[in-house]
């Protein structure tokens, strides 16, 4: 079974290839969702897999590809989430 989490990404995130790079690694992780970028800066990461991989791309989350500078990774479980068939970056 499933299990949906989502990470509220803060720092440098936007314009650095951030949503690309989490798409990369979340399908290595067979991990499907979104990364979208938010108006305040930040990019919202909705995640669902098995809890071991979801727990990989979010310590993944704090890196980020080599331009981003992550300050913070909000994390929240999203409970009776629709669990998408493939990871977009909208």
């Known amino acids: ?12 995130v936007q314009g650095v290839g951030y949503r690309r790079a989490t798409q990369k ?32 791309l979010a310590e993944w989350l704090w890196k980020g590809p080599a331009q981003a500078r992550v300050t913070q990774v909000e994390m929240s479980t999203v409970a009776g989430c629709q669990v998408p068939s493939r990871f977009s970056t909208e």
């Open 1 to 12: 079974m499933s299990h949906c989490q989502r990470a509220l990404v803060s720092g440098k």
């Open 25 to 56: 690694q979340a399908i290595a992780e067979q991990v499907t969702g979104h990364a979208r970028n938010l108006p305040d800066g930040r990019v919202d990461v909705l995640m669902c897999g098995e809890p071991d991989a979801l727990e990989r």
